[in-house]
């Protein structure tokens, strides 16, 4: 699996962020649906799966498989 920063360095316009870190930010309200949007990474490779659910919350599910997110600002 590959380290933050080199998912990082493969990322042209992303910012990747720990998956943990990303939760409890969104829990702190650092985050919100309408500021940007973004997926999960699992290590290797981008996925298609969203960070937000299909009601504009944090994908709890999907985000305990997951080691990195990749955001994305407006």
Avoid: A
């Avoid at 290797?44 to 305990?64: L, M």
């Amino acid at each position: 699996m590959k380290t933050l920063e080199q998912v990082q360095k493969e990322e042209e316009i992303g910012r990747v962020y720990n998956t943990e870190d990303f939760k409890q930010s969104c829990k702190n309200g650092f985050f919100i649906p309408y500021d940007g949007c973004g997926h999960f990474h699992d290590g290797e490779n981008d996925t298609e799966v969203p960070v937000w659910d299909c009601c504009g919350r944090f994908n709890w599910r999907e985000g305990k498989k997951y080691p990195y997110v990749v955001w994305f600002n407006r």
